[in-house]
């Protein structure tokens, strides 16, 4: 019964082509964001809502602008090392990946003012990269209870096999409004991965025979971007205020590849294309309160309004012997267009000036990802929402991070910063149904916290000219599957997924 919910509500709010408007697990993809900015913020875990007089704090609390004491342009490269580590069944895979990037450029203008209670405006541009979606991890197991053929039976039950079959000029069930969303189902069906059994009802290529051998791999690439606009003051150098508009791209590329091998050396593949991109847009607002060595701040961020469109391709092949092998693949050129609202965040901060030798400060940023929402292009929103709100709750991130200067000109500093999961546990452990994302069945979940470590080195050469270095190790864990588990019995076991980066960036700064 839900299947069929879930297919009149994609229904209703679809236009032409739907192959996927994306997952409750692909807004979570879409919506979090990683540590970023300079290397001076990400060396003290990001922690500079209440410190301001960085370009970083575009994103965070543009009240920070008013801090600023002079004009200032700055630019940040970082390399990456990201790791993946899996174990699935008992196999172990591991994956390793380099990386180079420009993460951060950005140009902050002074302009004081003659008289009153404003002391100075701030003018301010950056370029952030807020996430790096270059990730690859491989999975490899000697036995599954059940085969991806049988997952893609129970997604097709009740679905009559007319409505699954090509009449060239006259149906073509991936295009037709009530297989809307089913195109796993039409792609297995056309490719033999499911056979009819009678009475609307399906049973996978393997049959009876249990998969002896299964594996996965899964390549990303692209980022998430932001270009922000920012405006500050400063009144009695007690009270700053800031706002800033930023302007997001949206880059991801995905690649996966399925595998499957029974005892008679029957094979099942599975491999997927999708690349997702658009533009979205967001406002920030901020006050900073300075108390003399202590400084409070607020800012509130609301959600990212994107326009996306997603590419995509996929082929499946159903492998008996040389001489019979069944490949299909869904059709050419095809894309959907589709709107996302990312949740809004609140980000409260505090920080300790010990004179002109030392400084401590804390973020704590709340976000609640109930309120992450996809919508056609009329504005409707899709069933998916409902999955959203019962499988996600509020995320908590804590940045802490200090510097202390040696001498004037030299600079050691360190953070933490870490993140709870929004995920439920059900979720998580996919005691609820995850739905397909068209074609694409794999998907991975984040339980546990992500944690950074960070520490850092800074030295001005002059006064106006300085050097910042930062490493930033983060560390996650959850699980991977190759598809799904369904309330009608089929059983994916997960793999565990581990994930570890170590990061150095390298910033440059000019002061005028």
């Given at each position: 019964m839900k299947k069929i919910v879930f297919l009149t509500g994609i229904l209703l709010a679809c236009n032409s082509v739907?192959?996927?408007?994306?997952?409750?697990?692909?807004?979570?993809?879409?919506?979090?964001?990683?540590?970023?900015?300079?290397?001076?913020?990400?060396?003290?875990?990001?922690?500079?809502?209440?410190?301001?007089?960085?370009?970083?704090?575009?994103?965070?609390?543009?009240?920070?602008?008013?801090?600023?004491?002079?004009?200032?342009?700055?630019?940040?490269?970082?390399?990456?090392?990201?790791?993946?580590?899996?174990?699935?069944?008992?196999?172990?895979?591991?994956?390793?990946?380099?990386?180079?990037?420009?993460?951060?450029?950005?140009?902050?203008?002074?302009?004081?003012?003659?008289?009153?209670?404003?002391?100075?405006?701030?003018?301010?541009?950056?370029?952030?990269?807020?996430?790096?979606?270059?990730?690859?991890?491989?999975?490899?197991?000697?036995?599954?209870p059940n085969s991806i053929g049988d997952y893609v039976a129970s997604l097709a039950q009740g679905i009559p096999e007319k409505d699954l079959i090509y009449t060239e000029g006259v149906y073509d069930p991936y295009f037709a409004a009530n297989m809307a969303g089913n195109w796993l189902s039409i792609l297995g069906y056309e490719s033999y991965m499911i056979n009819p059994a009678g009475n609307n009802s399906y049973t996978g290529f393997f049959?009876?025979?249990?998969?002896?051998?299964?594996?996965?791999?899964?390549?990303?690439?692209?980022?998430?971007?932001?270009?922000?606009?920012?405006?500050?003051?400063?009144?009695?150098?007690?009270?700053?205020?800031?706002?800033?508009?930023?302007?997001?791209?949206?880059?991801?590329?995905?690649?996966?590849?399925?595998?499957?091998?029974?005892?008679?050396?029957?094979?099942?593949?599975?491999?997927?294309?999708?690349?997702?991109?658009?533009?979205?847009?967001?406002?920030?607002?901020?006050?900073?309160?300075?108390?003399?060595?202590?400084?409070?701040?607020?800012?509130?961020?609301?959600?990212?309004?994107?326009?996306?469109?997603?590419?995509?391709?996929?082929?499946?092949?159903?492998?008996?012997?040389?001489?019979d092998v069944e490949t299909r693949y869904t059709p050419e050129n095809t894309y959907t267009d589709y709107k996302f609202h990312t949740p809004g965040k609140w980000t409260f901060s505090g920080a300790v000036i010990i004179g002109q030798s030392a400084l401590l400060s804390a973020d704590y940023e709340m976000t609640n990802y109930k309120n992450m929402k996809y919508f056609n292009t009329d504005g409707g929103e899709y069933y998916t929402n409902r999955d959203i709100e019962a499988d996600f709750g509020v995320a908590h991130t804590?940045?802490?991070g200090g510097e202390l200067k040696i001498i004037p000109q030299f600079a050691i500093r360190a953070g933490y910063a870490m993140q709870t999961s929004p995920m439920r546990t059900e979720l998580a452990n996919n005691d609820v149904e995850v739905w397909p994302a068209g074609t694409i069945a794999h998907f991975s979940t984040t339980e546990n916290t992500t944690n950074y470590i960070t520490a850092g080195l800074g030295y001005r050469f002059t006064p106006n000219f300085?050097?910042?270095?930062?490493?930033?190790?983060?560390?996650?864990?959850?699980?991977?599957?190759?598809?799904?588990?369904?309330?009608?019995?089929?059983?994916?076991?997960?793999?565990?997924?581990?994930?570890?980066?170590?990061?150095?960036?390298l910033t440059l700064g000019y002061k005028f």
């Amino acid at each position: 019964m839900k299947k069929i919910v879930f297919l009149t509500g994609i229904l209703l709010a679809c236009n032409s082509v739907v192959f996927s408007q994306g997952t409750e697990i692909d807004a979570y993809t879409m919506s979090n964001t990683e540590l970023s900015g300079t290397a001076r913020s990400m060396a003290m875990g990001g922690a500079f809502g209440a410190l301001g007089g960085d370009i970083s704090i575009l994103s965070i609390n543009p009240a920070g602008l008013g801090i600023y004491r002079s004009s200032e342009l700055t630019g940040t490269v970082g390399f990456s090392n990201i790791g993946s580590s899996t174990s699935w069944l008992g196999t172990e895979k591991d994956v390793n990946k380099n990386n180079f990037s420009l993460d951060n450029l950005g140009f902050e203008l002074y302009l004081p003012t003659s008289s009153g209670s404003i002391m100075n405006w701030n003018l301010a541009f950056s370029y952030n990269r807020v996430k790096n979606f270059n990730r690859e991890y491989k999975m490899e197991n000697r036995g599954m209870p059940n085969s991806i053929g049988d997952y893609v039976a129970s997604l097709a039950q009740g679905i009559p096999e007319k409505d699954l079959i090509y009449t060239e000029g006259v149906y073509d069930p991936y295009f037709a409004a009530n297989m809307a969303g089913n195109w796993l189902s039409i792609l297995g069906y056309e490719s033999y991965m499911i056979n009819p059994a009678g009475n609307n009802s399906y049973t996978g290529f393997f049959d009876n025979y249990r998969p002896t051998e299964g594996y996965l791999r899964v390549t990303e690439h692209g980022e998430i971007s932001e270009m922000n606009f920012g405006i500050g003051t400063n009144i009695n150098n007690l009270l700053f205020l800031g706002a800033s508009v930023s302007v997001t791209q949206m880059d991801y590329r995905l690649n996966s590849a399925y595998e499957e091998y029974n005892e008679l050396d029957h094979h099942i593949y599975l491999d997927n294309w999708l690349n997702t991109e658009g533009d979205g847009y967001s406002f920030t607002l901020g006050a900073i309160l300075n108390l003399q060595m202590i400084r409070l701040g607020a800012a509130y961020s609301t959600p990212k309004w994107f326009q996306l469109t997603d590419y995509y391709d996929a082929r499946a092949e159903t492998y008996l012997t040389d001489d019979d092998v069944e490949t299909r693949y869904t059709p050419e050129n095809t894309y959907t267009d589709y709107k996302f609202h990312t949740p809004g965040k609140w980000t409260f901060s505090g920080a300790v000036i010990i004179g002109q030798s030392a400084l401590l400060s804390a973020d704590y940023e709340m976000t609640n990802y109930k309120n992450m929402k996809y919508f056609n292009t009329d504005g409707g929103e899709y069933y998916t929402n409902r999955d959203i709100e019962a499988d996600f709750g509020v995320a908590h991130t804590l940045r802490l991070g200090g510097e202390l200067k040696i001498i004037p000109q030299f600079a050691i500093r360190a953070g933490y910063a870490m993140q709870t999961s929004p995920m439920r546990t059900e979720l998580a452990n996919n005691d609820v149904e995850v739905w397909p994302a068209g074609t694409i069945a794999h998907f991975s979940t984040t339980e546990n916290t992500t944690n950074y470590i960070t520490a850092g080195l800074g030295y001005r050469f002059t006064p106006n000219f300085s050097m910042d270095l930062a490493c930033i190790y983060k560390t996650n864990e959850g699980k991977a599957y190759a598809f799904s588990s369904t309330p009608d019995g089929v059983i994916s076991e997960p793999a565990t997924l581990k994930n570890n980066s170590t990061r150095l960036a390298l910033t440059l700064g000019y002061k005028f």
